[in-house]
């Protein structure tokens, strides 16, 4: 049995349609094999990802970001294996602030 997926928001696109249209182009992406699932867990990947962005961030943002991140880790994900979750970050590893 095929379980069909339904947007019931638009969550942060300004329309349905865009939120369609965005929707549709992800799932071509994944079935020709263009997005891989990440192979590192949320908490390696957010020790690693605040290192990169440490030049850029101020001390009270810094904090911010860790607190958020152990807040997030503790609750849920410490154990659960990232799924293309890195790219919604941002650019990691490339040393440019966003």
């Given at each position: 049995m095929?379980?069909?997926?339904?947007?019931?928001?638009?969550?942060?696109?300004t329309s349905r349609r865009a939120?369609?249209?965005?929707?549709?182009r992800l799932v071509e992406s994944?079935?020709?094999g263009a997005v891989k699932p990440a192979r590192?867990?949320?908490?390696?990947?957010w020790l690693g990802y605040l290192e990169e962005r440490r030049?850029?961030?101020t001390a009270g943002?810094?904090?911010?970001?860790?607190?958020?991140?152990?807040?997030?880790r503790d609750r849920r994900s410490a154990a659960v294996?990232?799924?293309g979750g890195a790219t919604?970050?941002?650019s990691r590893g490339s040393g440019r602030p966003q």
């Open positions: 095929s379980r069909r997926l339904t947007l019931s928001t638009r969550r942060g696109f939120a369609v249209t965005e929707r549709s994944i079935e020709r590192e867990r949320f908490d390696e990947f030049p850029y961030l943002t810094l904090i911010d970001y860790e607190t958020h991140g152990r807040k997030h294996a990232l799924s919604a970050c941002g």
